[in-house]
């Protein structure tokens, strides 16, 4: 079976997000898109297991995602995330290239990794940057969202 790869990138999205505020949704919700997405649960076999109709499940499985997305579009600590994963295989790859320069007798100078290193600060530094400000940023968006559920 031949998934559409839309539809995969989109069940990998609500996962992270799942993983970053799920524990900001309601209980019920929470469970549902669990069973959903990490156990991977039919709508049919989640109502059966919590006792609920299949439409219920459906409901708030919409419902939660629709939350997650708000969530991420608010406050973006999934994006954040992806970035730093981004700036790690960086690093890593010229870690490995040092590695093997290294190993086939070369060396690089002490400049050089200086200056890779001030390169990849200077391109990811503004975006990875959480300041007291985002702190209170992310707080008061939290707790509007939080009151709105």
Known sequence: MKIDRAVSD?????VQLLDFYGVL???????VLDLHYNEDLSFTEIAENIGVSRQAVHDAVKAGKSSLVKFEEKLSLQ?????????????????????????????YSDNLIVTKAEQVNHTYSDS??????????????????LAQL
């Open 10 to 14: 989109d069940y990998e999205m609500i």
């Open 25 to 31: 949704l309601p209980d019920r919700q929470q469970e």
């Open 79 to 107: 994006k954040k995330f992806q970035k730093q994963r981004e700036l790690v295989q960086i690093v890593l790859e010229n870690v490995e290239k040092l590695r093997l320069s290294q190993h086939m007798g070369s060396t």
């Open 128 to 145: 990875l940057k959480v300041t007291d400000v985002d702190i209170k940023k992310i707080e008061t968006v939290l707790k509007k969202l």
